[in-house]
């Protein structure tokens, strides 16, 4: 056959991917354990690193602990991965479920639920959490809804950064999303095949 007329030829087509429910599962409880599993130990133990380094450090940036006011008091913010439980209907035009509106009040937590079993504890926190009863649980503070005094002491008398922290979390659990699909699907842009047809002829 000619070069031409191979030149001329379709490439052949791609084989369909495998998908792997079980490392996608396992990167989505904790990144890069799926990999692991499959034996790319290297690559997830780059993607555990790196999210829960970004994740981690987010939570740092948004906590801090301030005293403020007239009798002076001690304000706490443990961090900024919580889901609050908000008031009253935020979006009455489209009469929310009551956990659908704490959302609507904090989407920052869709987004951070996806890094896995780190962020779990905000929901433990906000079903079984009594503000009245003020229940002493393994979990403490963690993940838990600051105050709304808390809150604005951190924000008026802490550090400025403490809004940017949100921001690191909330790319941590999106970047795992590509993860889990790594895990399940594997890469997004596979690995080109090289070219018989150039290689005989170059």
Same mark, same amino acid.
């Given at each position: 056959?000619?070069?031409?007329?191979?030149?001329?030829?379709?490439?052949?087509?791609? &084989?369909?991917?495998?998908?792997?429910?079980?490392?996608?599962?396992?990167?989505?409880?904790?990144?890069?354990?799926?990999?692991?599993?499959?034996? +790319?130990?290297?690559?997830?133990?780059?993607?555990?690193?790196?999210?829960?380094?970004?994740?981690?450090?987010?939570? !740092?940036?948004?906590?801090?602990?301030?005293?403020?006011?007239?009798?002076?008091?001690?304000?706490?913010?443990?961090?900024?991965?919580?889901?609050?439980?908000? &008031?009253?209907?935020?979006?009455?035009?489209?009469n929310l479920? &009551?956990?659908?509106?704490?959302?609507?009040? +904090?989407?920052? !937590?869709?987004?951070?639920?996806?890094?896995?079993?780190?962020?779990?504890?905000?929901?433990?926190?906000?079903?079984?959490?009594?503000?009245?009863?003020?229940?002493?649980?393994?979990?403490?503070?963690?993940?838990?809804?600051?105050?709304?005094?808390?809150?604005n002491a951190?924000?008026?008398?802490?550090?400025?950064?403490?809004?940017?922290?949100?921001? !690191?979390?909330?790319?941590?659990?999106?970047?795992?999303?590509?993860?889990?699909?790594?895990?399940?699907?594997? &890469?997004?842009?596979?690995?080109?095949?090289?070219?018989?047809?150039?290689?005989?002829?170059?």
């Amino acid at each position: 056959m000619s070069y031409a007329a191979q030149i001329g030829k379709s490439p052949p087509l791609a &084989p369909p991917r495998e998908i792997q429910p079980l490392p996608g599962f396992l990167s989505f409880l904790v990144p890069g354990l799926g990999q692991i599993y499959q034996g +790319r130990v290297g690559k997830g133990v780059l993607f555990f690193v790196s999210i829960y380094a970004l994740f981690f450090y987010g939570m !740092y940036l948004g906590s801090g602990t301030v005293k403020a006011g007239e009798p002076e008091a001690t304000y706490t913010v443990s961090g900024n991965v919580y889901l609050p439980e908000a &008031p009253k209907q935020s979006a009455p035009f489209l009469n929310l479920p &009551p956990m659908m509106n704490d959302l609507y009040n +904090r989407p920052q !937590y869709l987004g951070q639920f996806w890094v896995g079993v780190v962020a779990w504890p905000a929901l433990w926190q906000y079903f079984t959490y009594d503000k009245k009863q003020e229940p002493q649980t393994a979990l403490g503070l963690f993940e838990r809804t600051p105050s709304d005094d808390a809150l604005n002491a951190v924000h008026t008398y802490g550090d400025k950064l403490v809004e940017l922290g949100w921001v !690191y979390t909330v790319i941590a659990g999106v970047l795992n999303i590509m993860v889990i699909y790594d895990a399940l699907a594997g &890469p997004a842009l596979l690995a080109r095949k090289p070219d018989p047809v150039r290689k005989a002829t170059a």
